[in-house]
């Protein structure tokens, strides 16, 4: 896939991640996105950072040092609620160039022409 | 986004620090997966690593993440230029400094065009305070305000929100170790307010303080009060003996205030009794506010309808009718006050400011012609950088990059140099130039400054980005970077640049000459008075309080006149109302009535310029008396009713001045007629551009004048003919004769009548330096862009001069075949230059006087002066040239 259109896509899996599971850090995401989208996804999980720097320079996510589950420090990010909008903003896109795209990928069903 | 890049940009190493340190949980906790799973240490750690994928790879991506790319390209692209600039200093230097000189002078003429012409007046809202005057039906003067008009516009005026009077007299201050002589601004009290500038310390004038008889109070300026109080802020409430009489001090104003550009050191109130006031008496200058969303002509309309108001509602002055005022009813003549403060100097410092542009143009493509030359030494460079992939905008921006940077550099430069230079102006320059103390380096002007250096960078940075960025040079790696069709182009462009040099030259040398030929005229124009620096003037005021009858007043001045005649080396002295030549004296002409002039119903009276003066004012300016005698103190002391007029007001009333003797005139219909005993030659008191002023010379002690009882005048101008006027020993000499006869009093506004003569040319003389500065810089730099041009002809041509000089030809001969080569450049650049001072010096005419702007002899004299100097700049390197030795030439051209 070519790189732009995977950093679109992966922004909002990381937005829509977070909103299902709460803040998280980065590990904890990769192996969610990795775990959702059931092996479709070839990723180097080392481009997640890049794309998190990406949305918090945009403000739709927030980050702040932690501490993890195996006691060791963390930063971890969390959605801000204008990232929240965000999400509804591009599902909603999403769902219109499907749509658009399907219309013209649908082979004429049987009987129409 | 833009915002947060730039956050990120500023935290780069921290952010870096926390990845790392992120990256290395990530990757411990992949592993430590991977081990659970079943994997060793080993394998378990290359698993995990695999999962990552490349840190560099995602270090790198995601410090692209940082910072804006464009930015950083600029910065390295900065470095880069720098650093190559560094490797050819002798050129870097060469155009930093002829940059500095091209945008400072510029920088310093726009620092006064901004202050002096743009800017608004230091007052809040200034853009609605208005000087208001009038015009009399049938005369083209302008007449101040007056006490009638102005009690009425402040009562019946609908589109002011406020109006005021001033003037500004001296006043003699004694109390404190030492008199001295001041200049107070009288005010009506409302006219601070109006201003809207409050006192710092202490408060304004209240309402009784401008009432009659109402208590004394005056003001201080800022200056005043640092000079004689030091600062002191117990001030208030002190006394000052002003003229005698005690002032309370309530308020000193602040330091940025400036009353236009009067020089103030009190302020007190006219304290005008309004019972007292009758029509007449135009002498206030009057500045009013507009209320907000009213404009000028709504105010020039109103004012027209309250005029015939005033006249009812004040009575005539003895002697007067209230017909007469109202046939000669006055009509508005309102103008913003910041016109009316600048006058006309603004066309003097746009010419100044024009020529100066031009000599910035002339520096450019001095410049462009150095890195022309300089691009051509670094072709092989740019050559190899495009084989290599460096694309032609890449290169193209590289090379506009650093024209910017030496802009921008010599711009830096050239602001200290403007700020030097602005010293300069303001203590040399025209010393009339209005608003002088608002001339500062402010950020207007550097931004001014700094758009003209990227300009500049650009305008001379194109010309080598057009002929070296294109990635064809790659070709001349072959040919060594001598193609013929090559060298051709360059020296195309540097003789287009040399052309145009000339043409700009020749264009600041024509002007230059017609304000040396204006110059010539204006000095020439016989003032009337002769030998000016050897006449010595000082003012002198008595004090109300030292001598309150006028007539003593008049002796105690000719006790002075005695003890200053008597000094050694003095010829002759004598005393006068009005300075001569002083810049403000057509402020008082008023009109004079001739007995047997019939004028015609609404035909008005001209003016003429009152002088109340001594006996030997004549003999002491060197004023010729053409017909009569002077005044004698005899006229003086017995009030006998005599009148002087100067030649012109003779000829213009009477024919010839013969006939003017023993007609008669008077200042008002009440007095009786005075007779016409003498007539002097004409004096150029306003100025050596202008005609002479037709004056009317009244004793200076006189009864019956003005329907005054017994008048005379205690400010007047001391007058002293010696040799040795204007030096250190004289002036003490004059000080201790003056307070032989009274130890209070202070001289001041003392210099010689030469220095006011020299004052009242140096508009003149300031555009001429100007001018011949920038003429003589831009001859210069055209001369050497023909040397440089004819010095690279040569050097390209080595061969075949020696090729000739072998053969046999002379070398005058061969030098002459350059020298032509250079007078052609020259006379191109002379056309052109003839044809743009033709058109261009139609914007400086009204600076010109005697002169046509298109005066041959100018325009001969300075091409012949181009032609000149462009043979010799082409002669030297063809000389050079020809010293070679031919074989020399042969071998190695």
């Not at chain 1, 180097?44 to 945009?58: F, K, V």
């Not at chain 2, 030097?420 to 380096?441: H, K």
């Not at chain 2, 009005?578 to 003016?607: I, K």
């Not at chain 2, 007095?671 to 009244?698: C, K, N, Q």
Request: hydrophobic share 45%.
């Amino acid at each position: 896939m070519p790189k732009e259109v995977l950093q679109g896509t992966l922004d909002l899996m990381v937005l829509r991640t977070l909103e299902t599971m709460g803040p998280q850090h980065g590990f904890g995401l990769a192996k969610r996105i990795l775990q959702v989208s059931d092996g479709m996804l070839d990723l180097n999980q080392g481009t997640l950072y890049p794309a998190l720097l990406r949305l918090e320079q945009r403000g739709w996510i927030k980050s702040r040092w932690g501490v993890s589950d195996s006691n060791r420090k963390a930063k971890f990010y969390e959605l801000t609620t204008r990232g929240r909008r965000q999400i509804g903003r591009e599902a909603a896109s999403w769902e219109r160039t499907v749509s658009l795209m399907d219309r013209f990928l649908r082979r004429p069903a049987p009987g129409e022409e | 986004m833009m915002l947060g890049r730039l956050r990120s940009l500023l935290r780069r190493r921290r952010l870096d620090a926390e990845l790392a340190e992120e990256l290395r949980h990530h990757l411990d906790a992949l592993e430590a997966e991977h081990r659970a799973r079943g994997l060793s240490g080993e394998e378990a750690r290359r698993a995990a690593k695999l999962d990552l994928g490349g840190i560099g790879t995602v270090t790198e991506a995601y410090r692209d993440q940082h910072g804006i790319p464009v930015l950083e390209t600029l910065w390295r692209t900065v470095r880069f230029s720098l650093r190559s600039l560094r490797r050819t200093p002798g050129v870097a230097a060469a155009v930093i400094v002829t940059l500095a000189v091209g945008i400072g002078a510029n920088a310093a003429i726009f620092a006064v065009v901004n202050g002096v012409l743009l800017k608004p007046l230091p007052f809040p809202e200034a853009g609605s305070l208005i000087a208001v005057n009038h015009g009399m039906t049938g005369t083209s003067d302008q007449l101040p305000s007056a006490p009638y008009l102005y009690f009425t516009y402040r009562e019946e005026s609908r589109t002011l929100a406020g109006v005021g009077l001033w003037r500004t007299f001296p006043a003699n201050v004694t109390g404190l170790d030492r008199p001295e002589q001041v200049r107070a601004l009288l005010v009506t009290g409302d006219l601070l307010p109006l201003l809207g500038i409050q006192p710092t310390l202490g408060r304004t004038f209240t309402a009784a303080e401008d009432a009659p008889n109402g208590p004394l109070a005056v003001i201080l300026t800022h200056g005043y009060w640092q000079r004689r109080f030091g600062g002191d802020a117990s001030v208030i409430g002190r006394t000052l003996a002003i003229d005698g009489q005690p002032f309370a001090v309530i308020g000193v104003m602040p330091q940025r205030f400036r009353f236009l550009d009067q020089p103030v050191d009190i302020i007190q109130t006219f304290q005008f009794d309004r019972s007292q006031v009758t029509l007449g008496r135009y002498v206030f200058p009057s500045i009013a506010r507009l209320k907000p969303g009213a404009t000028i002509e709504a105010a020039s309309a109103d004012i027209a309808r309250m005029v015939p108001l005033a006249i009812e509602r004040f009575p005539p002055p003895p002697g007067y009718t209230r017909e007469r005022f109202l046939k000669r009813a006055v009509t508005p003549r309102l103008s913003p006050l910041k016109d009316a403060l600048v006058g006309d100097v603004g066309g003097t410092l746009w010419v100044v400011m024009g020529a100066l542009g031009l000599l910035l143009l002339i520096a450019c493509a001095n410049v462009a012609n150095l890195l022309l030359v300089r691009a051509e030494g670094r072709q092989q460079e740019i050559a190899v950088r495009a084989a290599l992939g460096a694309s032609r905008r890449r290169i193209a921006g590289e090379l506009l990059v650093e024209s910017t940077l030496l802009g921008i550099i010599g711009g830096g430069v050239g602001l200290l140099l403007a700020h030097q230079g602005l010293q300069a102006v303001i203590r040399f320059g025209p010393s009339n130039l209005p608003r002088l103390g608002e001339i500062t380096i402010d950020p207007v002007v550097l931004l001014f400054t700094f758009g003209l250096s990227l300009v500049a960078g650009l305008l001379f940075g194109l010309l080598p980005v057009v002929k070296y960025a294109n990635p064809r040079i790659a070709r001349a790696l072959g040919s060594g970077g001598r193609t013929v069709s090559g060298s051709r182009e360059r020296h195309r462009a540097r003789s287009l640049l040399v052309t145009f040099q000339i043409a700009t030259a020749l264009v600041l040398l024509v002007c230059s000459g017609l304000m040396i030929r204006t110059f010539q005229a204006l000095s020439r124009v016989d003032s009337g008075f002769s030998q000016p620096d050897h006449v010595q003037m000082a003012r002198i005021s008595v004090p109300f309080a030292d001598v309150p009858d006028p007539e003593r007043v008049t002796r105690v001045q000719q006790a002075i006149v005695d003890r200053l005649a008597a000094i050694p080396g003095v010829t002759s002295a004598a005393f006068a109302d009005l300075q001569p030549l002083g810049p403000a004296n057509a402020a008082s002409d008023t009109v004079l009535f001739v007995d047997g002039a019939n004028y015609a119903p609404g035909q008005a009276r001209p003016l003429r310029r009152f002088e109340f003066i001594s006996p030997g004012l004549f003999r002491t300016l060197g004023t010729r008396l053409v017909a009569g005698r002077d005044f004698t103190w005899v006229d003086l002391y017995d009030k006998r009713p005599v009148a002087i007029v100067s030649e012109n007001l003779a000829r213009e009333e009477w024919e010839t001045p013969a006939a003017a003797l023993g007609k008669r005139v008077r200042a008002s219909p009440d007095d009786p007629w005075r007779e016409i005993v003498g007539v002097v030659a004409d004096t150029h008191d306003s100025g050596m551009h202008l005609p002479p002023a037709p004056i009317a010379y009244f004793p200076s002690l006189m009864a019956r004048f003005w329907s005054s009882p017994i008048m005379s005048f205690r400010s007047s101008t001391f007058l002293i003919r010696s040799p040795r006027a204007g030096t250190e020993a004289f002036i003490r000499e004059v000080h201790s004769a003056v307070w032989e006869v009274n130890a209070n009093l202070p001289l001041a506004e003392v210099r010689t009548l030469g220095d006011a003569y020299e004052r009242s040319l140096s508009r003149t003389s300031f555009t001429l330096v100007i001018l011949a500065i920038a003429g003589t810089m831009g001859l210069m730099l055209g001369a050497i862009g023909i040397y440089g041009v004819i010095a690279y002809v040569v050097s390209q041509r080595t061969t075949e001069i020696g090729v000739r000089l072998a053969l046999g030809a002379q070398a005058s001969q061969v030098r002459r075949l350059f020298v032509r080569d250079g007078l052609v450049l020259a006379a191109a650049g002379a056309a052109a230059g003839i044809a743009g001072a033709l058109l261009l010096t139609r914007l400086m005419s009204s600076l010109l006087f005697g002169v046509s702007r298109l005066d041959p002899l100018t325009f001969a004299l300075t091409t012949l002066l181009l032609m000149a100097v462009a043979t010799l700049a082409a002669y030297v390197p063809a000389r050079r040239a020809t010293r070679n030795d031919p074989i020399d030439a042969l071998r190695y051209g």
